[in-house]
């Protein structure tokens, strides 16, 4: 039985995952929602430093480099589809409202 010369964990991400299922590697998909979150956490100021004004502009700006950028993605891998940049999309955006929501109520309560 041959062994893959790649890694099959990054971390705990195991390398085929819900990224598969919408045409990303994990390293795509990681890559996606990393700067989606740092964007959240630095446009207007860090997060923990205005954590009670308001988060639409931030908000805004996040969720709005996900399409482009799984487009992007997708093109790269020669599988840019409609239906597989905009359900690349929603995963990302879903799985970073957990991560920013979580570290929003982390950092209000450390306040």
């Known amino acids: 039985m041959p062994t893959s010369p790649r890694t099959p ?36 100021g860090p997060v923990w430093m ?7 502009v931030r908000i805004a700006i996040s969720y709005g ?3 482009p950028a799984t487009a992007v993605a997708l093109r790269r891998n020669g599988s840019a589809r409609l239906p597989l940049v905009i359900g690349g999309s929603v995963v990302i955006a879903l799985v970073k ?5 979580g570290l929003l109520v982390v950092v209000a309560l450390a306040r």
Do not use: C, K, M, Y
Not at 9 to 21: I, K, M, N, R, T
Not at 50 to 56: C, E, Q
């Open 9 to 44: 964990f990054f971390g705990a991400l195991p390398e085929h995952g819900l990224w598969s299922a919408v045409g990303l590697t994990r390293g795509q998909f990681v890559g996606i929602l990393a700067v989606s979150v740092a964007l959240f956490v630095f446009v207007g």
């Open 50 to 56: 205005n954590v009670r004004d308001g988060h639409l």
């Open 65 to 67: 480099v996900n399409p």
């Open 97 to 101: 409202l957990l991560l920013t929501a």
